[in-house]
């Protein structure tokens, strides 16, 4: 079973940077790939980034491509989300979520285990 905690959110000055964490407490994180998505207040839930099982293959949204990072450390059963360069548009709720285990996907309806979220502010 899979059962997902983000950390590392908080509150930084724009330009600034954040590493978030996404730990897994089961035994099964190898087998998965993990996602980051996020939600704004008042916004739709909006993917961030994505990652293979190994880590060998990895996709960015747009808006972040350049600025953030993911990776994962199996071994910790965890996944990282390195953000870089960060802007008050960036401000949102961060969610991980376990999901395709070859191809990262972008589209939310292929997880099927999500975190519970970490908030992420950016101050102008």
């Known amino acids: 079973q899979v059962q997902l905690v983000e950390s590392g959110g908080g509150l930084v000055q724009a330009g600034g940077s954040l590493r978030l964490s996404c730990a897994d407490s089961?035994?099964?994180?190898?087998?998965?790939?993990m996602g980051w998505f996020r939600q704004a207040p008042g916004k739709e839930r909006e993917f961030v980034a994505a990652?293979?099982?190994?880590?060998?293959?990895?996709i960015y949204a747009d808006s972040v491509k350049g600025r953030f990072t993911i990776s994962r450390d199996n071994a910790k059963n965890t996944v990282y989300l390195q953000m870089n360069s960060l802007k008050p548009e960036d401000t949102a709720v961060y969610y991980c979520?376990?999901?395709?285990?070859?191809?990262?996907?972008?589209?939310?309806?292929?997880?099927?285990?999500w975190g519970q979220g970490t908030h992420v502010t950016v101050s102008s």
């Open positions: 990652i293979s099982w190994s880590g060998g293959n990895t």
């Open positions: 979520a376990a999901g395709p285990r070859f191809i990262p996907r972008a589209n939310a309806t292929m997880y099927h285990s």
């Open positions: 089961g035994r099964t994180f190898s087998s998965y790939g």
